[in-house]
């Protein structure tokens, strides 16, 4: 059957879409359900990216602000010195936490270590086990067509996961496991310096933004990664969507977004 294409056939197109674009997103069309009914394309897409983050960034500072405590721990490795080798090694010797006795291997990451967008996921899952990589199975399938509908090559982006190693039977990933693993994802991050990290999935946004807002109420804005300057977009992941595609019209927003923040970031550059 293949990857469920995730556009829907009436979404209204941009009349100015360039051509190139208008294939790529042919790619994706899908009909609607009876119970589904077409959104408009989102509003703040066309509107100045810079004034769309100083508007957000006082909501997300608000979100966090109602949160308890983060919750991730302290406790993460010191890896703030390691080369991407050194790093590599660590993380597939690494037993900081009871995963490493179900793993196959660990899933490190993969892409262009110099990268403008980086996408951080929740953690491996069956596939990723077996080869090493992520996203490979049916969501990284997905997770390449979406980004094709915004004119990126996935091996133009840096891909990681919270965790390194596949929770069994792909259960949630457990904070003390992503507690374990936050200095190689750290680590990743700095060695890369994105201009925009795409979170995909609600575990992963809250690990990384370090809140418990819901994901509904994190999507449409640009945030910023704590202790850091480094911008931030949440969206769903793929494997939500291959289980709800009704909520892929609203992925493709989350979408349009990081493309009209990284071209607003050109513009200025």
């Not at 879409?17 to 077409?38: D, G, H, N």
């Not at 493309?259 to 607003?264: C, G, I, N, P, V």
Request: glycine share 4%; proline share 8%; with cysteine.
């Amino acid at each position: 059957m293949g990857i469920p294409l995730w556009i829907p056939k009436d979404w209204p197109v941009d009349e100015e879409v360039s051509s190139s674009t208008e294939a790529s997103l042919a790619l994706f069309k899908e009909p609607l359900t009876s119970a589904s009914q077409p959104l408009n394309p989102p509003s703040n897409t066309s509107r100045n990216l810079t004034d769309l983050f100083a508007e957000t960034s006082q909501t997300k500072i608000t979100a966090q602000a109602n949160t308890a405590k983060p919750l991730i721990a302290s406790h993460a490795p010191d890896c703030s010195q390691l080369t991407w080798a050194e790093l590599e090694a660590h993380v597939t010797a690494c037993k900081l936490c009871e995963l490493h006795k179900t793993r196959t291997q660990t899933v490190f990451g993969s892409g262009n270590q110099q990268a403008r967008c980086m996408i951080i996921g929740e953690a491996p899952g069956a596939e990723e086990d077996r080869q090493g990589l992520p996203f490979v199975g049916k969501s990284g399938k997905l997770l390449t067509n979406m980004l094709a509908s915004i004119q990126i090559a996935r091996d133009d982006i840096y891909i990681a996961n919270i965790l390194k190693c596949r929770p069994p039977n792909n259960r949630d990933p457990k904070p003390e496991e992503a507690a374990a693993c936050r200095g190689y994802l750290e680590r990743q991050i700095a060695l890369v310096q994105p201009k925009l990290i795409l979170v995909v999935g609600r575990i992963a946004a809250h690990n990384l933004l370090q809140t418990n807002t819901p994901l509904g109420r994190l999507r449409g804005s640009v945030h910023t990664l704590p202790n850091s300057t480094v911008p931030v977009i949440v969206t769903y992941h793929p494997a939500y969507l291959l289980r709800q595609p009704a909520e892929k019209r609203r992925a493709w927003q989350d979408l349009q977004l990081a493309r009209d923040f990284l071209a607003s970031l050109s513009a200025t550059s």
